[in-house]
């Protein structure tokens, strides 16, 4: 049986992205902070700092559970991991819409493709 040697340290080491919002309630200012990776998992503080002290906390906590559980603990993507080809089907009439879009656009297909997927990301906020 393979060991696993995914342990804590390996999991707070990853390089987690944050969602960071400034919220104020009552008159009192203070950060909301999620990790993109790991539903649910939030803290908030008054000083940005502690509350990313105490998000790795709560990272932690996480991985406890997950390992607990048996449960395969969710892992940052990197864009090394991704080559830039992707097969991608879809029925005739969006594939003609979207060669509609490639002519105005002066494109070809994959860079039109391109553009409209920019779009929507940016939509998204990734």
Not at 20 to 37: D, L, Q
Not at 42 to 64: F, Q, Y
Not at 74 to 94: A, C, H, M, V, W
Not at 105 to 115: I, V
């Amino acid at each position: 049986m393979k060991k696993n040697k995914k342990n804590l340290d390996y999991y707070l080491n990853l390089p987690w992205t944050y969602t960071i919002e400034k919220e104020t309630h009552e008159g009192t200012s203070y950060y909301v902070i999620r990790v993109n990776e790991l539903p649910g998992i939030r803290t908030d503080s008054e000083d940005l700092n502690e509350g990313m002290e105490n998000i790795k906390e709560a990272i932690a906590c996480a991985v406890e559970i997950y390992q607990e559980k048996g449960e395969p603990v969710p892992e940052p993507i990197s864009p090394e991991q991704f080559k830039g080809n992707i097969l991608y089907r879809t029925d005739s009439k969006r594939h003609f819409l979207i060669a509609k879009a490639a002519t105005a656009m002066h494109k070809s297909l994959s860079k039109a493709l391109d553009n409209i997927v920019d779009e929507g990301l940016k939509k998204l906020a990734y």
